[in-house]
């Protein structure tokens, strides 16, 4: 395989502060090159120099044998280098055949758009990875998952030398995760080269040939895959094995919540479970199962059709997100960029905005001092890594995202957290650190509602699993001797829980 990308020595700096150090990185064609390490360790950054997104302050990017420098993402393209992101932006308010094809549309002899082939187009380019929707479909009306794969179908459109797959599998369900593969592989067959940026470590060793480990901002290593463990990864990636928690909370008998028979009309089904003091349960099952729908039916975001919920042993009405702020819930939501941080305001902004009752003076102004006081005590108790309180949040990386939103809900003094994906798209550090935290907030006498995708994270945090289907609980597991297998076939409706219950 030949060299087609070199990237030596580079070093990028922000206000002073240096994200990159004399960072090298090279891909060959035919090659699936991993790249990982810590969030803020570099890797998106990286990326962006190499396709115009920024400018390096040294060092030299060499594509095909020559010195390049692009200003812009449409030179990189022109160069045959594509990027898929891992927050793919298109036009909500314009259609899927539009989108794909801006720039490029077809034209009739007239100059008008020749709508017949751009369908036809963005029909053929939808099929490659198995996209059923209509290319006249708004953007709007499509799910995360759709959207990220026609991202993929858009890259794959352009025919790249390179493609860069940036985080693309966290809005993925596992039908569109291995289609996702097929076509990588795929790629590699006709010479392509990936650079492939994940978080999830087995998908690495699925399919990788090398793995280049960044760590604040400077390279450890570059291996073949083939070599290594994930033990010996997250080593590399951290410097040191993280202390994995083994122990489960050990909850009071006091039931804190009660749900009885909830149905919404979005999705769920006579809904009844139970939570105690101190006690962490999942909510498990595929992708569409309910999972999400119960947390914003407690959380007061879906309306409750039928049924009741209690709260220390008496009925409450949840008909708002406030409601549930007051009673001591608070929902922390998958989507941390769109829905769980404002993206252009500051840290303390964020952190202080669910609190600016409590900021108050006593004439009503707000108070900046206790504004930067209780922001400064997050960032130091949740061990965020940023360049001052002041700094944007969507210019932290996506773990120290994720401890933001922790940080401002805890400020809200819940005794209850509904937690969705918490450690979606975070390194194996941030991880290590909200499983820790997770487990103080249930020894503090707190209890948790948790929403996992990842099989192993259920099993090592969760007292009881509950695993739902089609918006319905099917079964009930205490987490003693669960296997991945048994939760697994739940998933599918293949076991019988009486042995757990």
Known sequence: MSK???????????????????????????????????NGAGKSTLMKILCG?????????????????????????????????????????????????????????????????????????????????????????????????????????????IIVLDEPTPALSQHEIEILFGFVRKLKQQDVAIIYISHYLQEIFDLCDKVTILRDGKNVETREVSGLNKKEITKLMVGDYLSTVSELPVPSDEVVLSARNLTTLEKLNKISFNL??????????????????????????????????????????????????????????EDRRGEGLIMPFSVKENVAL????????????????????????????????????????ENLSGGNQQKVVVGKLLELCPQ?????????????????????????????GKSIILISSEMDEILSLSNRVFILRDGELVCEYKNEGLTINELLMAFEGGTDNEKHK
Not at 127 to 144: C, G, M, W, Y
Not at 361 to 386: D, M, P
């Open 4 to 38: 087609i990308l070199e990237m030596k020595n580079i070093c990028k700096s922000f206000s002073g502060v240096k994200v990159l150090e004399d960072v090298c990185l090279s891909a060959k064609k035919g090659e699936i090159h991993a790249v990982v390490g810590s």
């Open 53 to 161: 997104l920024y400018k390096k302050d040294s060092g030299a990017i060499i594509l095909d044998g020559e010195d390049v420098d692009f200003d812009s993402i449409r030179e990189s393209k022109a160069c045959g280098i594509e990027v898929v992101s891992q927050h793919i932006e298109f036009v909500e308010e314009l259609s899927v055949a539009e989108n794909l094809l801006m720039g490029k549309m077809p034209l009739k002899i007239s100059g008008a758009i020749n709508w017949k082939e751009a369908c036809k187009t963005s029909k053929d380019i939808l099929q490659r990875v198995e996209l059923h929707f209509a290319p006249t479909e708004k953007i709007k009306n499509l799910s995360v998952g759709e959207v990220q794969m026609l991202g993929i179908a858009s890259a794959l459109f352009a025919s790249p030398k």
């Open 276 to 333: 105690k003091k101190g006690e962490i349960i999942s909510l498990a099952g595929l992708t569409g199962s309910g999972r999400t729908e119960i947390a914003r039916a407690i959380s007061g975001l879906d309306k409750i059709e039928s049924g009741m919920i209690m709260l220390n042993g008496k009925e409450v009405v949840i008909d708002s997100p406030k409601k549930a702020i007051d009673l001591g819930i608070v929902y922390m939501t």
């Open 354 to 393: 669910p609190s600016i009752d409590k900021l108050k003076t006593g004439l009503g102004f707000y108070n900046e001092r206790n504004a930067r006081e209780i922001t400064q005590k997050s960032v130091a108790n949740l061990n965020i890594k940023l360049s001052g309180i002041e700094q944007l949040a």
């Open 416 to 444: 209850i957290l509904i937690m969705d994906e918490p450690t979606k798209a975070i390194d194996v550090g941030a991880k290590d650190e909200i499983y820790k935290l997770m487990r103080q907030l249930c020894e503090q």
